[in-house]
């Protein structure tokens, strides 16, 4: 047995359900992909969604991811060409580079432009797709724009015909609202769907695991969109508006899962936003859950939240400050005081938890090597109001993002964003203090796959076959006669207005 072949069953064998997959391959064959290794993807809330939502349309659904065995089923071992269907979920750009390997790796051309009337029908959806399909649309017959529950009685059923007709299905998914058909570009932007009543469709694992990042724990959507008003934030834009699910929603979807697992992951872009997030958190220890929550906002982490949190186990809280400046948050739609952050880490050490992770960025418009300097003047006040506190640093360069009121600046070229980096770690370092310094070439890379057009894909299918790094990226470009560096520039043309994404700004 080869050694994928055991890190395959070893994974499945560790695999615990929380459902019965309710498809026996009546509709057809799907393979779900997730373009990034095992531990990822099953991290992805989207993907347990999707694989419940195919196998009860009758579809027998195997997973594949970029490994154990690239290119083959997790369940079966098959090879991606003998599916009917293959619907992929992208939320990272620069998974886009791992799209070919695992395609022509499973025996299906990577370009649409190479595939025939036999080869499996492709689709895929997410957050990258939704803010910019165009770099993958050379690589995907069908592009999914929004969230897919709205229409998935008729996505279903379109789909359904590829195990017949690749071109039935294609001619009947065109007709969806929310499907760009890249053959045939629309005359009109696609829009975005948006799902008005999320207590119907519940977003939760249906298998836990301890393979994944997030071991053994239990994940589930405790709303969609974000009220707040950060102006380099793609979620608030394209998950707009924010709808909390109700707490009896959330209870009824978690309870049954407490036999299987403790550990509950709250997720959601606003958490702290939940009307009854606290409650919610008080009857889930109460009944013997371990939480887990995403990043919550610095000024939601009131004692009594923190308490709660540690009495269930959580160790690590996470809160994004952005900026060491309160006047630069305020100018990036950010208007948290510089006492809240500092009452937040005194409540989170006072509760008893152990680590917290900081979050800040560089590159903001306007921003100044003072405000650079800010970031660790705000991490020694931490370190001085909390000092049981372990702080850890992440910094990462701004990335405008499409439909972002920033959709249109220019980042700074690469050298810039490592001097400006190294400001911030230089002056951390100084306190003792190590950053996790985000890098200036995969902001690069994410800004071009992020604001590029359809020139793109073939230069992810070329740099994919060649390894998937920046060196492979940048010289697919060349051949192209495509520079990344051009992305970084103020944009011209906006590929991404084939889609119509109407967020909390239109
Ligand atoms: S609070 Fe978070 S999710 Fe909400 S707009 Fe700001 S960055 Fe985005």
Known sequence: ???????????????????????????????????????????????????????????????????????????????????????????????????????????????????????????????????????????????????????????????????????????????????YRPDEPPEEPVTRQVLREVNLFPSASVVVTPETELSDMFLVEVGRGCPQTCEFCLARQIYHPFRPRSRDNLLETIRPALAVTPRVG????????????LELCETLVAEGAQVSTSS????????????????????????????????????????????????????????????????????????????????????????????????????SPLVPKPHTPWEGLAMPPVAEIRRRSAQVRRALGKLGIASDIGSARGGLVETALSRGGQELGPVLVEAGRRGGDFAALRGACREAGLRLEDYAEAPEGKPWKVVGVRGCRD
């Open 1 to 179: 047995m080869s050694p994928s072949q055991t890190d395959r069953r070893r994974l499945l064998a560790a695999e615990r359900y929380l459902w019965t997959p309710a498809g026996r391959g009546e509709t057809g064959h799907a393979a779900l992909i997730f373009p990034n290794s095992y531990a990822v993807g099953m991290s992805s809330l989207a993907l347990h969604t999707l694989w419940r939502l195919l196998s009860e349309a009758g579809w027998e659904v195997d997973r594949a991811f970029l490994d154990p065995q690239r290119g083959y089923s997790l369940e079966h071992e098959a090879r991606l060409s003998d599916f009917d269907l293959l619907a992929f979920t992208c939320a990272y750009e620069l998974d886009y580079l791992h799209l070919a390997p695992l395609l022509e790796g499973g025996g299906v051309p990577a370009l649409r432009a190479d595939r025939g009337p036999r080869d499996p029908l492709l689709i895929a959806g997410g957050p990258g797709v939704t803010q910019n399909p165009e770099p993958l649309a050379p690589l995907f017959d069908l592009l999914f724009i929004g969230e897919v529950e709205p229409v998935w009685e008729e996505l279903q059923a379109a789909l359904a015909r590829s195990a017949e007709s690749k071109q039935a299905a294609l001619e009947a998914a065109a007709e969806i609202p929310g499907v």
């Open 266 to 277: 709250l997720l959601g872009a606003a958490l702290s936003d939940h009307p009854h997030l």
């Open 296 to 395: 919550l906002r610095v000024d939601a982490l009131t004692p009594r939240l923190a308490q709660v949190l540690a009495a269930g186990g959580a160790r690590t809280l996470t809160l994004a400050p952005e900026t060491g400046n309160e006047s630069l948050r305020r100018r990036i739609g950010k208007p948290i005081a510089q006492e809240h952050i500092l009452a937040a880490a005194r409540a989170a050490e006072e509760a008893g938890i152990a680590t917290l992770k900081l979050y800040f960025m560089v590159a903001l418009p306007e921003e100044t090597e003072e405000d650079r300097l800010a970031i660790a003047e705000l991490v020694g006040e931490l370190r001085e109001v909390a000092p049981r506190l372990r702080l850890e640093v992440g910094v």
